[in-house]
């Protein structure tokens, strides 16, 4: 019975620090620039495969 409080106790205590330190939320949503190397002339990608750009399909070169 008293490892059974001890382990209670010592995860009430764990979670009450970890709640602690949480920052108080500001109510919305914040919105961050895409990261620079995410921009550009990045592949994208459909269900057909990679297209560039312009929406070309790109031919991936097979590896050996």
Do not use: H
């Not at 949503?29 to 750009?53: F, Q, S, Y």
Request: charged share 25%.
């Amino acid at each position: 019975m008293k490892t059974n409080q001890t382990i209670i106790i010592a995860m009430t205590a764990a979670l009450f620090l970890t709640l602690a330190g949480c920052q108080e939320p500001k109510g919305y949503l914040e919105l961050k620039e895409p990261k620079p190397e995410l921009r550009g002339d990045a592949i994208r990608w459909t269900v057909k495969g990679p297209v560039d750009a312009s929406g070309n399909p790109i031919v991936l070169e097979e590896v050996k």
